[in-house]
């Protein structure tokens, strides 16, 4: 049953590329592409979203979009003034590294006040 739905999947991918590159255009398939990318990350993300909802993890989903904005409008700016491709590298890890001690800062917050509010 798998080797059969294997192989069906194979035949479908051959045929999608071989459309794709005989009739597409390339920017087109990027955008194919990218469409594709949020379709699949969008079902994978939103069980998740929906657990944390239902956890009431209010803070987690605050920290996970504003991290998203922060970090989408610092690519913008630093991609419309022209930048080079290391300056944006370089600040794009400067900023996943600021991302992640302020996510460490708000855990160990948290941490410490459920510690003392439990005494």
Known sequence: MIQ??????????TNASTFISLY????????????????????????FITWFITLQTNRLLSYIVSSLFVLTLFLIVLISIGETE?????????????????????????????VFKRT
């Open 4 to 13: 059969i739905l294997t192989s069906g999947l194979i035949h479908i991918l």
């Open 86 to 114: 290391q300056i944006i590298m370089l600040g794009l890890k400067i900023s996943l590294q600021c991302i992640a001690g302020f996510g460490l800062f708000l855990s160990l917050r948290h941490g410490i006040k459920s």
């Open 24 to 47: 597409m255009d390339e920017e087109y398939m990027y955008y194919l592409l990218i469409l594709v990318g949020i379709s699949i990350s969008y079902f994978i993300i939103h069980p």
